[in-house]
Structures are given as structure tokens and as C-alpha cells.
């Protein structure tokens, strides 16, 4: 009897244990930036740049550009670089501000806030969101052609060319996780393709690890999910006709969620618990 009781209790902890959801609380918002699609940081998470579109998101305008704003959402620079077009993705690698700016990659150096190069981008029509694997390849997604694209020593070459919808980057070792329309897929070194999670209500937008193989994802339309370890999918925000909820960034340390708010035009910081 007391052996059935210690596996019951064990089972109904185990069962509480798996049925437990993240939760986002709201922290600070910073105020008003030019419409704001993607954050990372530099400087160990003390200042963050953020990409601004600053117009429609599939035009040639030059009115894009890159901000910045410290881990407390003061807005440092509203315009550290301007002249982009309509900036989405950034990642930093080796003093470089990478920066997916329609059908180039834009390399800013971050010492001088000046335009290294321009990395003209075969095929591309609509470049999105870039990450940086252990190896420092570049990878940058185009969500019109569905291509992924590999950026080594300033050489691009097409990566990933079998998917659609084609948007969120995260790196991992020397894995790469797409969100791809509304499924996240894994690739690893030899582009092997897994599909990790489905179900998700729009397509996604940014994606971060928060724990191993567990993921934060969001969906511009307004959603933010948690991914579990097994792929099941749970909805944490709901704020479709309110506010974007576009490609933002995770600080494992302090447990915090830096999100974009696109038309809102705004950062807002979430403790996730």
C-alpha cells in the first residue's frame, strides 16, 4: 500500500509538472520608435539594437534604419543608422551588425556605426531574419522565395531551397530551426529537415531557445507560444488587433523577452516565469 501511494504521488506530480505553462509579465515599453521588427543585443545585454522598418515592409524607401535602446528601454539612439530600406532581421557576429535589408545583407560596423558592405543577394525578394551559427556562417531567410541563404567570409550561397514561408532563424550549434509558415522545422549540418512542432494559428515570426529543445515562438499577428521538449504547442499571448508581436529576443540569464511591437512602435519587455 504505501509503495501504490509513493506512485501515486509521483505520478500526479509528474502529471502537474507537465501540465504547467510559461507566463509572460509585462516589464517596461520603451516609447516610440519607427516601426520597430526585430531586437538583439551587444555589449553582454546592456544595449540592444533594433531594426526599424519605418515605412511599409516590402519597400525600397530608404527610410529604414537601426536604433538603439539599453536593457531598461531607454531609447539611446532613435537612428543609430539610417538610409536602410526596410530592415528585418539582425544578428551580430565579430563586431558586425548583420542586417537583412530586403535583397542585400547590410554589415554595419558597430565601432563606427558605418556601413561596412553591401552583400547583394542572388534570387532574393523579400529577406527576413538572420542568425549566426557556432561556425559564424551567417544564415539570412527570405520569406517570398521560401530560400534560406548561407553567408560565409562575405560569400552568399543558397542553403535550404525545399520550404515555404521561410522566416524565423535560430542557430543552435551547428542545427538551424525555421519556422516556416505555421511549422517549426529543424535542419542540421547536413540540411537534414525534422519537423519539430505544428498547430500554430499564423505563421511565425521570431523564434528563441528558452531550455533545451524548448522554444519561445512568435507570430506577427499577435501570438507567442511556448514549444515543450516533445513538440506540444501552448499559446501564451493573445493580442491580434491590439498590437505585432514580431521577431524579438530571448536573455536566457535574466529570463527576459524583448518584443517588437511593429505598428505599435514600441519594445516591450516580458519576465518570462
Given amino acids: 500500500m504505501k509503495k501504490l501511494f509513493i506512485l501515486l504521488a509521483v505520478a500526479c506530480?509528474?502529471?502537474?509538472?507537465?501540465?504547467?505553462k510559461y507566463k509572460l509579465t509585462k516589464i517596461w515599453e520603451t516609447d516610440s520608435l519607427a516601426v520597430p521588427e526585430s531586437v538583439t543585443p551587444y555589449e553582454d545585454g546592456k544595449q540592444m539594437f533594433v531594426s526599424l522598418i519605418d515605412g511599409t515592409p516590402f519597400e525600397v524607401d530608404g527610410k529604414g534604419g537601426i536604433g538603439k535602446i539599453d536593457a531598461d528601454g531607454k531609447i539611446i539612439d532613435p537612428m543609430w543608422v539610417g538610409g536602410l530600406n526596410a530592415p528585418k532581421g539582425i544578428a551580430v557576429m565579430q563586431?558586425?551588425?548583420?542586417?537583412?535589408?530586403?535583397?542585400?545583407?547590410?554589415?554595419?560596423d558597430i565601432a563606427t556605426g558605418k556601413i561596412d558592405t553591401k552583400l547583394k543577394v542572388p534570387q532574393a525578394e523579400g529577406l527576413n531574419d538572420v542568425t549566426v551559427d557556432s561556425k559564424n556562417t551567417v544564415y539570412v531567410s527570405d520569406s517570398?522565395?521560401?530560400?534560406?541563404?548561407?553567408?560565409?567570409?562575405?560569400?552568399?550561397?543558397?542553403?535550404?531551397t525545399s520550404l515555404k514561408g521561410t522566416n524565423g532563424l535560430k542557430a543552435v550549434g551547428t542545427d538551424l530551426y525555421i519556422g516556416a509558415g505555421p511549422v517549426?522545422?529543424?535542419?542540421?549540418?547536413?540540411?537534414?529537415l525534422a519537423k519539430i512542432a505544428e498547430g500554430f494559428e499564423s505563421s511565425i515570426d521570431g523564434l528563441q531557445l528558452i531550455n533545451k529543445n524548448e522554444?519561445?515562438?512568435?507570430?506577427?499577428?499577435?501570438?507567442?507560444?511556448?514549444?515543450?521538449?516533445?513538440?506540444?504547442?501552448?499559446?501564451?499571448?493573445?493580442?491580434?488587433?491590439v498590437m505585432n508581436?514580431?521577431?524579438?529576443?530571448?536573455?536566457?540569464?535574466?529570463k527576459i523577452v524583448y518584443l517588437p511591437t511593429f505598428y505599435k512602435k514600441s519594445v516591450i519587455a516580458y519576465k518570462l516565469h
Fill in 184 to 192: 517549426l522545422w529543424k535542419a542540421d549540418a547536413n540540411k537534414n
Fill in 13 to 20: 506530480s509528474s502529471s502537474s509538472f507537465a501540465q504547467e
Fill in 245 to 254: 508581436t514580431a521577431d524579438f529576443h530571448y536573455d536566457q540569464k535574466k
Fill in 144 to 160: 517570398k522565395n521560401g530560400m534560406i541563404f548561407s553567408i560565409k567570409n562575405n560569400i552568399v550561397s543558397p542553403y535550404i
Fill in 215 to 241: 522554444f519561445l515562438i512568435s507570430c506577427w499577428n499577435g501570438l507567442v507560444y511556448s514549444v515543450g521538449s516533445k513538440g506540444q504547442v501552448t499559446k501564451l499571448m493573445d493580442t491580434r488587433g
Fill in 95 to 108: 563586431n558586425k551588425l548583420y542586417v537583412a535589408d530586403l535583397t542585400e545583407v547590410v554589415v554595419i
